[in-house]
Structures are given as C-alpha cells and as structure tokens.
C-alpha cells in the first residue's frame, strides 16, 4: 500500500481524452462542445463585475469540511485575475479536499464530494471509489499533505475550466482505523501525483464549480 492512498493512476479513458494538459497547464483542451472558446456574444448579455461573482460565490451554502488535528491539508495560491477562474481553482481544491474529508469520516456518501463534483460523473465516481477503497481496506490517513504548483486554464470560455495541480505525501500517512497503527515509509517518488480536473459551471449555483471530469498521474516525476 502506498503510505497514504490506494490510488490509481486513471479515473477513465474519457477523462484521459479530455483533460490534454501540459505539466505547466498549457495547450488547448476540448469540452465536448462545438462552439469555438471565446466565439460566444458577449455584447448580447452583460457579464458580472468580478465583485459581483466574489460576491456569489461567497454565498453558497457549502458543506462543512472538518478534519482531526493530526490531519492537515496545505493548498499553495496561485495569481489569478479571472474571477471564474478563481473560483473553479478554489472549488478544484475543494474537490480534493472532500475525498479527504470521506476518508478522514469513513462516508463513502460524504456529502463534500457530491457537492463539488457532477452527480454520475467520472469525477464523482472517482471520489466515491477512493473513500470506498479506504473504507474497505481499514484505513485512515494522518499527517500533512501539500497541493503544489496549482495551474489554471479556460477551456469553454464560461462554462469549463481546466485546473491542474500537484499533490506531495512525504509528511501523509496510512493509518489503521482499527488500533491506530501509523504506516510509514521512507520518502520516495510514489509521494507524488499530478492532477488533471475539468471544472464546469453549476448549472443552478452562481459561483460555484464542479468536478466532471479527472486523471491523477502517480509517481509524477514533474512534481517533484
């Protein structure tokens, strides 16, 4: 076992064919719409002032995420200027910190990760399998993880974003429910995993983006 998850290197092929990222978040990306990114007309609907969109997002009502003390997830910022990118950033973030979150609580029907990711979607089946698979294994998790080099781009201007991000489990560990036995490993290349996340716009929440689609590279040497 990997001394934090049981985690596999893809989620689906689907989501493979949509998130082509690069390590630095460049290239061009394909929601499986049509329409040409930036082709929409804006001058036909007047857009929000980023005030307006901090604003609603601010408001959501989201579910509460809290962890044990000896549990702490660490999230670098990134210099953004777009509003909905920004949001869908923060939001990736909090996808991942729900899976985290169903680990730490045991809830394979945590309510955190349905509420950041698409009902049926690659995304939230993923979320669902992790903490299964942590359920069923006996584990739990301790100890720090870190989100690296977190890298943002627009794939469908205003409906899907594509955010990507590195996670470091040096200082994270597996930890029997049962008894409490810590598993440590020497540090090591597995500690590393790349994330690929397409973010799109909730349909019925202003502000708020979920998880649809994702890949997460293990061993991910471009993490390091």
């Known amino acids: 076992m990997n001394r934090s998850h049981i985690r596999p290197i893809v989620v689906s092929l689907t989501a493979a064919a949509a998130l082509t990222l690069t390590a630095c978040g460049g290239g061009d990306g394909d929601s499986g719409n049509d329409?040409?990114?930036?082709a929409?007309?804006?001058?036909k609907k007047k857009s929000a002032s980023p005030a307006e969109k901090a604003d609603k997002a601010a408001d959501i009502d989201r579910p509460e995420m809290t962890f044990p003390s000896d549990v702490k997830l660490v999230f670098d910022k990134a210099n953004l200027g777009d509003p909905d990118q920004i949001a869908a950033l923060n939001d990736a973030q909090?996808?991942?910190?729900?899976?985290?979150?169903?680990?730490?609580?045991?809830?394979?029907?945590?309510?955190?990760?349905?509420?950041?990711?698409?009902y049926g979607s690659?995304?939230?089946?993923?979320?669902?399998?992790?903490?299964?698979?942590?359920?069923?294994?006996?584990?739990?998790?301790?100890?720090?993880?870190?989100?690296?080099?977190?890298?943002?781009?627009?794939?469908?201007k205003?409906?899907?974003?594509a955010v990507t991000f590195c996670t470091n489990d040096n200082k994270l560990f597996?930890?029997?429910v049962k008894g409490g036995k810590v598993l440590r490993t020497e540090p090591s290349l597995k500690?590393?995993?790349?994330?690929?996340?397409?973010?799109?716009?909730?349909?019925?929440?202003?502000?708020?983006w979920r998880a649809d689609l994702v890949k997460v590279e293990s061993e991910a040497q471009q993490c390091q």
Request: charged share 30%; net charge positive; hydrophobic share 30%.
């Open 35 to 38: 329409k040409i990114a930036g």
């Open 40 to 43: 929409e007309d804006s001058a």
């Open 94 to 118: 909090n996808y991942a910190r729900a899976i985290e979150h169903g680990i730490v609580e045991q809830d394979a029907d945590d309510a955190a990760y349905k509420f950041y990711s698409e």
């Open 122 to 156: 690659p995304a939230y089946t993923y979320a669902k399998d992790q903490i299964r698979k942590h359920i069923d294994a006996g584990y739990t998790v301790t100890g720090e993880r870190r989100y690296t080099k977190p890298k943002v781009q627009t794939v469908d």
């Open 158 to 161: 205003k409906k899907t974003i």
């Open 174 to 176: 597996g930890k029997e």
């Open 191 to 208: 500690d590393y995993s790349y994330w690929q996340i397409s973010m799109s716009a909730a349909k019925n929440t202003k502000g708020l």
